[in-house]
């Protein structure tokens, strides 16, 4: 008789190791997938769509037809298409501001107050992985908003006066602020217990670089300024006391002199940051164009004069200040200042690093096991 053996099964694969942050792209996409299901499959996200685009249309058409009731000419000049493209800008970063904390403050913790975010931890999903799913789906659906912005975009510029490259530049920055907020709001979603608190930490964040920022600058300012001598290019003393003596020959334009003198100097080129980093700031320097008309009074001629003011900060006190209000050369006397630079990329850096720690710090927060929670923290 014959003994016959088996042979032995093979062993079960094993499952591969997940580490924290172990990133594939099929992993994001799941995670984001199953987000932006959710997200469509509600009504209010729809609705919140829809108010959008008459929100944004019903302000622009009204914008539009104040500058035409201003001037009859306006739907047909460059003045008015540059008017509007800040209006519609300025409009579209600012309720994206306002929209895009609600889209991802509550990512993580709305998923474990629901019992849904211990069945995506259990999986092969890193945290890494879940961290960036949620990410790109908050910010893809913060630019759905964008997107439906756009035909008003695209009306500004068939009224004139922008250039056509400034539409995927002020596209581009705004998308890339709102991504930064994503990542500041996932950030909180993570630390605070309740999705009411992390929506309210997100929203003051966004607060600090929007509105608190010149506070702060204004704040700061007459701490930064001093009393110094410094070299003033001007009309000289002894002309007014002429003029009150009634000299003929005072009446003639002066004649400007180089004198030292006592002048409040702020060294701005300390706080501008403060400025810089303001979203407004980084879309306007970065994008926005000057006004094509010389109405120095236009909302769109006032942008590319802030701007060029908040470049100049960065440099602090000129070396000669020029107070010759008499029609003749002060180049000759007046050193021309070195030209700065924009200071949107440093304004653009900060806010992307900002959502980058929130990401971050997201990713740490999903690893399991946590060590410790927050009371009356859901665990499953």
Not at 39 to 52: D, F, T
Request: charged share 15%; proline share 6%.
């Amino acid at each position: 008789m014959t003994a016959t053996t088996t042979p032995p099964a093979p062993a079960p694969h094993a499952a591969p190791a997940v580490g924290t942050w172990t990133l594939t792209w099929h992993g994001v996409r799941t995670v984001a997938a199953l987000e932006l299901r959710q997200r469509v499959r509600s009504s209010r996200w729809k609705a919140a769509l829809i108010v959008w685009f008459v929100v944004v249309g019903a302000i622009t058409l009204l914008a539009g037809g104040v500058l035409t009731l201003f001037d009859d000419s306006a739907a047909t000049t460059d003045e008015a298409g540059a008017v509007l493209f800040v209006v519609v800008t300025a409009l579209v970063l600012g309720l994206g501001l306002l929209v895009t904390p609600t889209l991802a403050s509550t990512a993580v913790n709305g998923d474990r107050a629901a019992g849904t975010l211990a069945t995506l931890q259990v999986t092969l999903l890193s945290p890494a992985e879940i961290a960036a799913g949620k990410l790109l789906a908050a910010w893809v659906s913060a630019c759905a908003f964008l997107v439906v912005s756009l035909p008003f975009f695209v009306i500004a510029l068939l009224m004139g006066g922008v250039p056509v490259a400034t539409l995927p530049r002020v596209v581009l920055l705004i998308a890339l602020l709102l991504a930064a907020v994503c990542g500041m709001g996932l950030g909180w979603s993570t630390l605070a217990a309740r999705p009411a608190g992390s929506t309210v930490l997100t929203f003051v964040t966004v607060a600090a670089l929007t509105v608190f920022t010149p506070i702060f600058f204004g704040l700061t300012y007459p701490f930064l300024s001093s009393v110094q001598q410094v070299q003033v290019y001007g009309v000289p003393d002894s002309y007014w006391e002429e003029m009150d003596e009634g000299d003929s020959a005072a009446m003639d334009d002066p004649v400007c002199e180089l004198s030292v003198e006592e002048r409040s100097v702020a060294h701005t080129e300390w706080t501008w940051w403060l400025l810089a980093i303001n979203p407004f700031a980084v879309v306007a320097d970065g994008a926005v164009p000057a006004s094509a008309a010389t109405d120095e009074y236009s909302p769109a001629q006032v942008v590319g004069v802030a701007t060029q003011t908040l470049r100049d900060l960065r440099l602090g006190g000129p070396e000669v200040l020029d107070e010759c209000w008499g029609e003749q050369e002060t180049l000759a006397a007046v050193p021309a200042r070195d030209a700065a630079g924009p200071v949107w990329p440093l304004g653009l850096g900060v806010n992307l690093l900002l959502g980058a720690a929130g990401f971050l710090v997201a990713v740490r927060r999903l690893r399991t096991p946590q060590r410790t929670l927050p009371r009356g923290t859901r665990v499953a």
